[in-house]
């Protein structure tokens, strides 16, 4: 029962790497976009809001079609990158990064905007006064601040992506050592016959994962507090 | 040096104020909603005003009818405000260097000692502002506030949270401030007392209008 077959350890070393990756990437974006929407008044703010959580009412399945149609080979973006940058997502383990990136995006950007948003302006402005640059604000003080919540965004997006299904074998398919994550290797086992055993391993493996990261993003959650109390 | 001649709008109500102050500590005395922070707030950049020019020692830092209009973070003015607004994540020491590493100065260890010994912070440096007194917090915000070497020190009611032996805690720190520090200040306060402890000079506010300039002596008619 307890032994990974080399096929199932494929699928989680792919997972974690398509997950690592997703996430990493994704936090830059996600931190400027939370300050964005935390901090900055700007037209179209609410729409930018609303395509932000997209992703999370989609259909996964219309996500991972999107994606497809437009970081294909043949996408307007996708065959610009291939042609230019020599970068292909199409049924390639970036591509499931990629759609691991863009569904878990708006899990990582909540906890990161609710943390910028829960750090006291009034100091924001004592470092204006004290002579930072709009900038060295945000790197000294606001980005420290909120550095639990963006932890804690992170490990969400990480248990996010490392789970997702839909979009994912949609845009890249379900191609083992390639494309082949947990989630898509348990639906290619149960559906086979005598995969059950297999399938039951990996599932357990991903409910580890996921309470896991739940945990851990609890905790970052408590340092967050503890931390605006200057303790 | 500081020149003020602005008008503001801040909804139902209008600021306007024009005073030169030449003296060490100029008082801004009125009772609360009389527009003193709202004035010291433009001094500092931190609300701009609809028209008029601030002076600090010879640069124009506002001038409307020119454009002109330096953000807060390159005006070298310091702040003390009544919260003191010490940064939660740092360590005492380090909020104290807070305003040195922004604006590039070289380290000043001379400079330090001054400070410290002069606020009696000496004990605090390892803490963190969570672990501190509320009078020991303001002493430490007067401190970071010093060592970013200000041309222009402004305090607004820097004594308001504090309870009453608290403040008396306080105020021979801040006289020995304005004798030995060299720094011109700006005093925001709705008390006289405090005033004539400290300032050197009175500008008197009243629903947003300066209505009396002078000496300490003007305290005394009343607001």
């Given at each position: 029962?307890?032994?990974?077959?080399?096929?199932e350890?494929t699928?989680i070393?792919?997972?974690l790497r398509?997950?690592?990756?997703?996430?990493l990437?994704?936090?830059?974006?996600g931190?400027?976009?939370?300050?964005?929407?935390?901090?900055?008044?700007?037209?179209?703010?609410?729409?930018?809001?609303?395509?932000?959580?997209?992703?999370l009412?989609?259909p996964?399945?219309?996500?991972?079609?999107l994606?497809?149609?437009?970081?294909g080979?043949?996408?307007?973006?996708g065959?610009w990158?291939a042609?230019?940058l020599?970068?292909?997502?199409?049924?390639?383990?970036?591509?499931?990064?990629?759609?691991?990136g863009?569904m878990?995006?708006?899990?990582?950007?909540r906890?990161?905007?609710?943390?910028?948003?829960?750090?006291?302006?009034?100091?924001?402005?004592?470092?204006?006064?004290?002579?930072?640059?709009?900038?060295?604000?945000?790197?000294?003080?606001?980005l420290?601040l909120a550095?639990?919540?963006?932890?804690a965004?992170?490990?969400?997006?990480?248990?996010?992506?490392?789970?997702?299904?839909?979009?994912?074998?949609?845009f890249v398919?379900?191609i083992?050592g390639?494309?082949?994550?947990i989630?898509?290797?348990?639906y290619?086992?149960?559906q086979?016959?005598?995969g059950?055993?297999?399938a039951?391993?990996?599932v357990?493996?991903?409910?580890?994962l996921?309470?896991g990261?739940l945990?851990?993003?609890e905790?970052?959650?408590?340092?967050?507090?503890?931390?605006?109390h200057g303790? | 040096m500081?020149?003020?001649?602005?008008?503001?709008?801040?909804?139902?109500?209008?600021?306007a104020?024009?005073?030169?102050?030449?003296?060490?500590?100029?008082?801004l005395?009125?009772?609360?909603?009389?527009?003193?922070t709202?004035?010291i707030?433009?001094?500092?950049?931190?609300?701009?005003?609809?028209?008029g020019?601030?002076?600090i020692?010879?640069e124009?830092?506002?001038?409307t009818?020119?454009?002109?209009?330096?953000?807060?973070?390159?005006?070298r003015?310091?702040?003390?405000?009544?919260?003191?607004?010490l940064?939660?994540?740092?360590?005492?020491?380090?909020n104290?260097?807070y305003?040195?590493?922004?604006?590039?100065?070289?380290?000043?260890?001379?400079?330090?000692?001054?400070?410290v010994?002069?606020l009696?912070?000496?004990?605090?440096?390892?803490?963190r502002p969570?672990?501190?007194?509320?009078?020991?917090?303001?002493?430490?915000?007067?401190?970071?506030?010093?060592?970013?070497k200000?041309?222009?020190?402004?305090?607004?009611e820097?004594?308001?949270?504090?309870?009453?032996?608290r403040?008396?805690?306080?105020?021979?720190?801040?006289?020995?401030l304005?004798d030995?520090a060299?720094v011109?200040?700006v005093?925001?306060?709705?008390?006289?007392?405090?005033?004539?402890?400290?300032?050197?000079?009175?500008?008197m506010?009243?629903?947003?209008?300066?209505?009396?300039?002078?000496?300490?002596?003007?305290l005394?008619?009343g607001?």
């Open positions: 029962m307890f032994e990974i077959s080399p096929t350890w699928a070393l792919l997972s398509v997950a690592v990756i997703a996430t990437v994704a936090t830059p974006f931190v400027a976009l939370a300050w964005l929407l935390a901090r900055r008044d700007f037209w179209g703010k609410s729409l930018l809001d609303a395509a932000v959580h997209l992703p009412v989609l996964p399945v219309v996500t991972g079609y994606l497809l149609l437009t970081f080979k043949r996408g307007l973006v065959g990158l042609d230019h020599g970068i292909v997502f199409a049924f390639r383990w970036t591509g499931a990064a990629l759609a691991c863009v878990s995006f708006p899990l990582l950007v906890p990161i905007r609710l943390s910028i948003e829960a750090v006291d302006r009034r100091l924001e402005q004592a470092a204006e006064t004290l002579g930072a640059a709009p900038w060295r604000v945000f790197a000294t003080v606001t420290p550095l639990p919540g963006v932890l965004g992170m490990v969400l997006g990480f248990a996010k992506a490392i789970g997702e299904f839909g979009a994912t074998i949609t398919s379900n083992p390639e494309t082949q994550t989630s898509s290797a348990i290619s086992l149960i086979t016959p005598d059950d055993t297999a039951a391993r990996l357990i493996i991903s409910i580890v996921a309470v990261a945990v851990a993003a905790v970052f959650a408590r340092r967050a507090t503890a931390r605006l303790q | 500081l020149r003020v001649d602005i008008t503001k709008q801040l909804g139902e109500f209008s600021l104020a024009s005073f030169t102050s030449e003296g060490r500590v100029t008082g005395f009125g009772a609360s909603g009389s527009g003193k709202s004035l707030n433009t001094v500092a950049g931190l609300v701009r005003p609809d028209r020019t601030i002076v020692d010879g124009t830092v506002d001038d009818a020119a454009g002109i209009h330096v953000p807060t973070y390159r005006r003015i310091g702040y003390v405000f009544q919260d003191a607004r940064f939660p994540h740092l360590d005492i020491r380090q104290l260097d305003g040195r590493r922004m604006n590039g100065l070289t380290e000043d260890p001379a400079q330090h000692k001054r400070v010994d002069l009696d912070i000496g004990t605090l440096l390892d803490r969570g672990k501190l007194s509320g009078g020991e917090r303001q002493r430490v915000a007067l401190g970071r506030a010093l060592l970013s200000p041309r222009l020190l402004l305090l607004d820097p004594l308001g949270a504090l309870d009453e032996s403040k008396l805690e306080i105020l021979p720190y801040l006289v020995r304005r030995e060299g011109p200040m005093y925001v306060s709705h008390d006289a007392a405090e005033l004539r402890q400290l300032a050197t000079q009175i500008v506010l009243r629903r947003g209008q300066v209505t009396a300039f002078g000496g300490v002596k003007v005394t008619g607001a």
